[in-house]
């Protein structure tokens, strides 16, 4: 469970990231 938990932080700070990248380029 806890490795199922970790799985999404780290899904979730992928996305993060991505998105502040996006927003990065966009300006």
């Known amino acids: ?3 199922n938990n ?3 932080v ?3 700070l ?3 990231s991505e998105s ?3 927003g990065a ?3």
Do not use: P
């Open 1 to 3: 469970m806890t490795k």
């Open 6 to 8: 970790d799985y999404w």
């Open 10 to 12: 780290k899904r979730a």
């Open 14 to 16: 992928q996305r993060e």
């Open 20 to 22: 502040a990248a996006k």
């Open 25 to 27: 380029a966009l300006t």
